[in-house]
């Protein structure tokens, strides 16, 4: 159990080590493209299945962390992700690989599920989020930085996953082994906020399809059309994810003060900017730029997002779900971008993703309004689900917070 004001490092580490594949989705592929016998296209689909594989992980089990206990679960997707990436790293063999990334996808599924579970029973979920970006934006720049200077061949992405997998293990043993849920009178099993959690999914489905439809062929952008070396590419990835870092205190700085609404809406049509100068880069100067703002602003909204999400539900089964439809989205999002960008040219890809974006902008801000007087950041929305708080150790507030005017 932990205790209200001590920061859940195991979350934060569990958090961490599901994340980091969707950030090294383009070396990824890339080096699977450049290290196998496979086209660009096979490359992609790889990193396509191994995402949806970890969508799937979030669907399956978002109602079940309960049932299996956090510790149990968190260390059946670590071993998952540690054999799965492990193994894909050691062998040459095509149909190895896929399925090492199928079964290491589920595994980073199932600890982001845990960890997402867990987060949003803490008193301030939006702080615990924004520490586990922190760590997996710095992870990831190191990663970029470090490939290059590690030789050719398609394991070092896979084998640096299933390192910090491996990692992660000892602190799982800090996780609840089980918990025993005591519902409340009016049962507590049904999920709450039903229309404003439907909403989200559907929308952060998009906004996470647009995020990774340019973030999948950003590699080629900086290749092709910016006329970038590889070398220059990883360094601008690296610097990328390195200011993205500063979104993230940032945004852990500002927490609620600024609500949920404002932070969403207005960063989300920023992005869509950022989209638009990246995609039409044909230099390092617009090319860097792009990509810089754009990591800066992408975790301080995915920060918010996953925060509102923690605050509809604290047994954290919206904070799942919406995380495996944004996952669903980091899937197709390389795909999307791909066949825009062969049909219409990167200009006319960018275009198209930032007025998709804009048009999301307001049901993502609508939702956030309206979560702004249910769910007040680190406080329960009503008494049916305040009794599933002492899973992860919290205790539910005896009264509602009075000041709706900082809630986020």
């Not at 910090?164 to 602190?171: E, F, N, S, Y």
Request: proline fraction near 7%.
């Amino acid at each position: 159990m932990f205790a209200p004001r001590t920061t859940p490092w195991p979350l934060v580490a569990l958090f961490t080590a599901g994340y980091l594949a969707p950030y090294l989705l383009p070396t990824t592929v890339g080096r699977l493209d450049s290290g196998l016998p496979l086209s660009a296209t096979e490359a992609g689909a790889i990193g396509s299945a191994l995402l949806l594989s970890s969508a799937a992980a979030g669907f399956l089990l978002a109602s079940r962390v309960d049932r299996v206990g956090p510790r149990t679960l968190a260390r059946i997707g670590i071993a998952l992700a540690v054999v799965g990436y492990g193994g894909a790293a050691l062998t040459s063999a095509v149909p190895a690989v896929v399925a090492g990334a199928l079964v290491g996808g589920f595994g980073s599924g199932t600890a982001t599920t845990v960890a997402a579970t867990g987060i949003a029973a803490q008193p301030d979920p939006h702080r615990t989020t924004t520490l586990g970006l922190l760590g997996v934006s710095a992870l990831a720049g190191a990663v970029y930085l470090a490939v290059p200077h590690l030789g050719a061949g398609h394991g070092q992405p896979l084998a640096a996953i299933a390192l910090t997998a491996l990692a992660v293990w000892p602190l799982t043993g800090r996780l609840p082994v089980r918990t025993a849920v005591a519902h409340g009178p009016l049962g507590g099993t049904r999920l709450p906020h039903l229309r404003s959690g439907l909403v989200l999914a559907v929308v952060m489905f998009c906004w996470s399809l647009a995020q990774n439809a340019l973030w999948g062929v950003s590699g080629r952008i900086g290749l092709a059309q910016a006329h970038l070396t590889e070398t220059t590419v990883g360094a601008v990835f690296a610097v990328a994810l390195g200011a993205g870092l500063l979104g993230v205190v940032g945004a852990g700085a500002v927490g609620p003060r600024l609500g949920r609404a404002l932070p969403i809406g207005a960063g989300t049509a920023l992005i869509s900017g950022c989209i638009v100068l990246s995609a039409s880069a044909t230099d390092l100067t617009t090319f860097a730029g792009g990509e810089i703002a754009w990591n800066v602003l992408y975790p301080v909204v995915l920060s918010y997002v996953i925060g509102l999400a923690a605050s509809m539900d604290p047994r954290g089964r919206w904070a799942v779900l919406v995380g495996s439809a944004s996952s669903l989205g980091t899937a197709v999002g390389p795909l999307t971008g791909s066949v825009l960008a062969a049909q219409a040219g990167f200009t006319v890809m960018g275009a198209v993703l930032a007025v998709g974006l804009l048009v999301i902008v307001v049901p993502l801000t609508m939702v956030a309004l309206g979560m702004r007087y249910s769910a007040p950041l680190g406080e329960f929305a009503d008494e049916a689900v305040q009794a599933d708080a002492g899973v992860w150790g919290r205790q539910p507030p005896a009264t509602p917070a009075p000041d709706f005017t900082t809630a986020a």
